[in-house]
């Protein structure tokens, strides 16, 4: 395929890279196969241990010759990547399409958001801003400045298979810091592609070797990087589960984590709501990326006065959704990343039956495809404490279920563990301002007349509870990649103490 050809990925890729040079590595083979058709697109060596000491020793080098360039020279080299992500935006965008079996739309979509975010962190890197502070001490001077932390290591997950790298890698550059990425072991050309497309402009630039990094593999990689001591922030995306197991492994060493973990969305649509406008927010959030996204809208809380109504027009709506090859733009949905998925799908269905759940829409794995990873989108009438309701299942199932009053609708929004994205619909201000005060929604995204999915990069992104509490990409999410320090400065002929502290001698 052509789009391969553009981005040098070949029948079998080098894993570990330091930059422009690509390590040698004695792990096994990763192929990967497109959920699209089924076919073998290529393999990349995974990394051994070997490899994995040298990347950390070249990164660890860079960073003491990185962290001295100036910021906005920092930011310049960050530009000239955006620019690059342009003109292969086709190209990429074809092959997170492919790889990993969202929508053309919104593999370009992805990559436009590396581009938005390399835009966002050129700007920031002039405004890494600090405090002054007066001190109580005479001719003294306080102030707070960030510094750069060192080493980021960044897992990302298979269903964003380069826009999450971006978030993090951008604003960890500018700030001054290197990058070691493990991409998902189920996308990982993906990850080639990118470590080619940063070479080239690192190149350009004279950037030290192993200011970005790309490691291959499974879970003991991600454990690798958990316990090395060398890597002082892992911003891991993907499972509670995993986030659970990242977070303790750098937690026992005093690390820092940046999580971003299951989400359990819900949209409230209330009898005041613009119906028609709910729908299509509703629809795109359920079966969007295959309902793959960690913004997936799992749960319509609908008040009870429109409920059959609003649950006529999605069954209609379900009717036409286009599902097909997802490199056809005409098509809304594309297939599950892999038979597993497949079979979690299958399995939540079967579960939610069990435990009482009425399917309106119903689910099933959709023949005429190769790959066997196309299902059917399909909506259920639930109740909000069902365990299978309280579960994220990275899948296209929706949950329906009624409401009274819309105390009861915030409450059945927080009512799960997970707490990432939410989202009401209303034309009444008091309902929108109750969702978005103290005692509305919970989670770390609320949004009115909009849909659980969508973010820009110009927000802090993440949520809360079991979603981790981690924030990437916009805001001042920045100050996470990097410490902060108070210094104060005495220029004066004495040396008063704090708190009037007297110590003569």
């Keep these: 395929m052509k789009f391969l050809q553009q981005l040098n990925i070949n029948a079998t890729n080098a894993g570990v890279s330091t930059g422009t040079n690509w390590i040698e590595s004695k792990g096994t083979l990763i192929e990967s196969y497109s959920p699209v058709d089924g076919k073998l697109i290529g393999s990349v060596v995974a990394t051994d241990a070997a490899s994995y000491s040298q990347v950390i ?8 010759e990185w962290r001295m360039v100036p910021a906005p020279k920092r930011g310049e080299i960050v530009r000239q990547v955006g620019d690059a ?11 997170v399409s492919y790889e990993m079996g969202k929508s053309l739309q919104e593999g370009l979509g992805e990559v436009q958001e590396m581009i938005d975010i ?9 405004q890494l801003y600090g405090l002054t502070m007066h001190s109580e001490r005479p001719l003294h001077r306080m102030y707070e400045q960030w510094h750069p932390i060192g080493i980021v290591g960044i897992i990302s ?20 810091n290197v990058c070691i990425w493990k991409p998902s072991e189920k996308t990982p050309l993906c990850g080639v592609a990118v470590q080619n497309i940063v070479a080239e402009v690192f190149k350009k630039n004279n950037v030290p070797e192993g200011v970005n990094c790309l490691v291959q593999g499974a879970r003991e990689v991600g454990e690798w990087m958990s316990h090395d001591v ?10 509670t589960r995993m986030g659970k197991a990242v977070n303790a ?25 613009d119906l028609d406008m709910a729908l299509v927010g509703a629809v795109f959030g359920a079966v969007g990326t295959a309902g793959q996204r960690c913004t997936t809208t799992r749960r319509l809380i609908i008040h009870e006065d429109v409920y059959e109504v609003f649950k006529q027009k999605l069954v209609n709506a379900y009717k036409q959704i286009k599902i097909g090859n997802p490199l056809d733009a005409s098509n809304h949905v594309g297939p599950l990343i892999d038979k597993d998925a497949v079979a979690i799908y299958l399995n939540a269905i079967e579960q939610g039956k069990q435990q009482g759940a009425h399917f309106i829409v119903e689910g099933k794995v959709i023949d005429g495809f190769e790959s066997g990873c196309y299902v059917q989108p399909c909506i259920a009438e639930a109740k909000n404490d069902m365990q299978i309701v309280q579960h994220e299942t990275f899948a296209p199932i929706l949950y329906l279920m009624k409401y009274k009053t819309i105390d009861e609708a915030i409450a059945m929004q927080n009512g799960v563990p997970q707490g990432l994205s939410s989202s009401i619909f209303t034309l009444n201000m008091r309902e929108a301002e109750e969702f978005l005060s103290h005692k509305g929604s919970d989670c770390g995204i609320a949004n009115v007349n909009i849909g659980t999915s969508g973010a820009e990069i110009g927000g802090a992104f993440g949520g809360e509870k079991e979603t981790g509490g981690g924030r990437e990409s916009g805001s001042d999410a920045w100050k996470v990649y990097m410490r902060r320090q108070t210094n104060t400065l005495n220029w004066g002929s004495s040396l008063p103490l704090a708190q009037g502290i007297k110590f003569d001698f």
């Design 249 to 273: 492994a750098v937690a026992a060493r005093l690390g820092k984590t940046l999580l971003e973990l299951g989400g359990n969305n819900a949209i409230i649509i209330s009898k005041e709501a």
């Design 85 to 95: 992500l342009r003109e292969h935006k086709e190209a990429l965008g074809r092959l």
């Design 157 to 176: 997950a298979y269903n964003f298979p380069v826009a999450v790298w971006s978030w993090n890698a951008a604003l960890a550059w500018i700030c001054g």
């Design 230 to 239: 060398n890597i002082p922030l892992m911003s891991a995306t993907g499972s």
């Design 57 to 64: 020793a070249t990164a660890t080098k860079a960073f003491q």
């Design 118 to 126: 390399c835009d966002f962190a050129v700007g920031l890197s002039r």
